[in-house]
Each structure stands twice: as structure tokens, then as C-alpha cells.
């Protein structure tokens, strides 16, 4: 690592053109012939909306924005236009791309950690910031490295994503049950009808469970039955399933797991996830209330004469692509800001919290 001035790597320019927001209209949403307009602010990369102005008053794109009383820095892909008190930094290399930007950016933004709004700033100390940077053997700036150590990051960031992603998406599994209302018209189907297997587990005891990999799901709603993993030699029921407990506890199951003598597993290996997801609910929505301690509890033999009401095609036979359909669409309006972050378009285009990013 070595330590540069700014005005090594980058010319620090003054906006082609000053425009203030309060003399222009500003759109919230990108219209025709319109280009961003980079302000003072922190969040959302700078981007204040979008001005339709003359484009040859456009800062070039590929370039770093610093706000001079804000003392934040923003890499911009595209031309744009500038409010107040923006200096537009260019690169005197000409490799350089965004990874490289978003590097330095966090490199810069560790050395104004220490000024606030009102200190002001002007065109020279913006040139003599100090920024430590990797080197080379020949003692010059490494920017294969920058690329490399951005590229890397963007990749573990991504992976972060989509597993917070499916985290979420687990967690709406389990919240899914009751949470929608059937709005296309219905047919009662028993159960055996959706589902070919139908089956009940073993019993076994606590005190005779051994430590395992296995789930092994009993009666009850804590942790949706589950009472923990096992190595004992049990049946193993399919993931893609559905469990009901002598009380009409309903859940989905996209693991394989031991079954105890008290919960019915049900499944059909013609249908995917979001058909059983779709069905979970159905089932959920029959056995709620339906069930107690006494002489009615839930049991195989009695899933013969429980109905499900199910949304039907023109066949009159369980619609499978409107369940389907229906629970893709759920999901996907729960988890559009995640989804958004990480939308690979999105990550190509630089779209990251550089904030917490490690330069060093």
C-alpha cells in the first residue's frame, strides 16, 4: 500500500453547468431525454431524480462525484447533470472502470471519515486528499488488484444475497398458511384425491431418540413440530411434503424427516413446491378447528372424509398452474427488495453498499 494525493489519479473539475433544484423540474422516474441529476446527499448514489436539460451541459460518465459539503463520493456510470457545491473527479489512467472507482471511493471515504457538514472544502485540498492505494513490484498503482478485490467482493456480496434471500423465502414458507383467501371459484376434493400417499409415522419416544441428521417431526406447533435431528432407523418421509398432527397442525415440509405415530405426511410426486405450498393452505384451512384431545383427533384413517376446496380449470380438475402461478406471484411481491439488490443487472451495475467494503 502506498499513499497518493487525489489529484494523482483524477483532475478535480467544477460541473459543466451548476443546476439548482429549485429552478427546474425534477422527474422521480426516468422519462425521455432525461439524465440523472447527482446532488449533495448521501443515499441512493446521489441521485436526486432526472432533468431533461441541454446534454451539452452533461458531465461525462465513468467518472467520481464528490460533494463538497457532504463529503461523500458516488461512482456515475452515464452522464449527468450536478446541483451545487459537486466536483467532478476524472481519471488520468485510462483502464479505469467502475471496480476500480468503488475501491478507491472506499479508500477516500476512510480519510474524510473525520470532516462533517459546514467544513467546507475547495478545488486544492480536494487535490491533496490523501489516499493509500495498492502498488505493484514497480511501485505503481495495482489495478488489477483493485479489479480482483471488488470482483471478489461483489461475488461473496451476491451469495450473501441470495442466501438472505432464500432465508426470507424459508421464513415465508412457514408464514404462508392462512395468509391468502381463494378468490377463483372452488371444488371440495377429498384428500386422497390430490394426495396419493398418505401415511402415518412410527412412534418413538423422546427418551428413545438418538442423535442424528435426521428431523424427526411429533405433534405440536413449537418449531412446527419438530423435536429435534435423530440417527435412529425410521422410515424417511420425502421433502415436498405436508405433515398434520392429531390436532390439524399443517406445515410443509421441504426436507426429508422422521415421522412419529401422532402426524400424517401427505405428498404427490407429480406436483412441484408451489403446488404444495398452494395445498398447505387448503389443507391448513380444513383442519383448523376441526380437531381436539378428545375423540376427534387426526388420524390416516380418517383423511378419507376431509374435503379441501381447491380453485379448478375448465375440466372442473384442481388448477394446478393458477396455484402455482398464485404462489410465485406471492413470494416474489414479499421479496421484490431483495430480489431488486440482487437482479444480476443490478450488480453489474455497480449497485452495492461500498460502505462496507474493506480496502485494505
Do not use: C
Request: net charge negative; no cysteine; proline share 4%.
Amino acid at each position: 500500500m502506498k499513499k497518493f494525493k487525489l489529484n494523482k489519479v483524477f483532475s478535480v473539475n467544477s460541473s459543466k453547468k451548476i443546476y439548482h433544484a429549485s429552478n427546474h423540474i425534477i422527474y422521480d422516474q426516468r422519462v425521455e431525454d432525461s439524465y440523472p441529476y447527482i446532488v449533495r446527499q448521501e443515499s441512493n448514489n446521489g441521485l436526486r431524480g432526472y432533468l431533461k436539460e441541454e446534454p451539452n451541459n452533461l458531465n461525462p460518465g465513468n467518472t467520481i462525484t464528490f460533494a463538497q459539503d457532504t463529503f461523500v463520493a458516488h461512482y456515475q456510470k452515464e452522464p449527468y447533470f450536478t446541483g451545487n457545491k459537486v466536483k467532478v473527479l476524472k481519471s488520468r489512467y485510462d483502464n479505469f472502470n467502475a471496480n476500480h472507482a468503488l475501491y478507491i471511493i472506499v479508500a477516500l471515504s476512510k480519510y474524510l471519515a473525520v470532516y462533517s457538514w459546514g467544513t467546507g472544502s475547495n478545488v486544492n485540498q480536494i487535490e491533496n486528499y490523501p489516499i493509500m492505494l495498492p502498488v505493484n513490484e514497480n511501485d505503481e498503482i495495482d489495478w488489477d488488484y483493485m479489479e480482483e478485490h471488488i470482483q471478489n467482493y461483489k461475488e461473496e456480496y451476491y451469495d450473501f444475497l441470495k442466501n438472505k434471500l432464500e432465508a426470507k423465502n424459508e421464513e415465508l414458507e412457514k408464514d404462508i398458511i392462512s395468509s391468502f383467501v381463494f378468490e377463483r371459484e372452488t371444488k371440495k376434493f377429498l384428500l386422497p384425491e390430490i394426495f396419493p400417499e398418505i401415511k402415518k409415522g412410527s412412534r418413538l419416544t423422546t427418551h428413545e431418540q438418538i442423535p442424528g441428521d435426521l428431523y424427526f417431526v411429533m405433534s405440536g406447533v413449537e418449531n412446527q413440530g419438530i423435536s429435534g435431528r435423530i440417527g435412529n432407523d425410521v422410515e424417511v418421509f420425502p421433502s415436498n411434503s405436508i405433515t398434520v398432527d392429531i390436532l390439524g397442525n399443517t406445515y410443509y415440509r421441504r426436507y426429508e424427516y422422521g415421522l412419529s405415530d401422532d402426524v400424517v405426511a401427505m405428498w404427490n410426486n407429480e406436483l412441484n413446491k408451489y403446488h404444495m405450498l398452494y395445498l398447505t393452505t387448503a389443507v391448513a384451512k380444513t383442519m383448523k378447528n376441526r380437531w381436539d384431545y378428545g375423540g376427534n383427533k387426526f388420524r390416516e384413517d380418517k383423511a378419507d372424509d376431509v374435503p379441501i376446496s381447491l380453485p379448478v380449470n375448465d375440466e372442473n380438475e384442481p388448477d394446478y398452474d393458477y396455484m402455482q402461478s398464485f404462489i410465485i406471484d406471492m413470494i416474489l411481491k414479499k421479496n421484490q427488495s431483495i430480489i431488486d439488490i440482487i437482479n444480476e443487472s443490478s450488480i453489474k451495475n455497480n449497485e452495492l453498499n461500498v460502505t462496507k467494503l474493506n480496502a485494505d
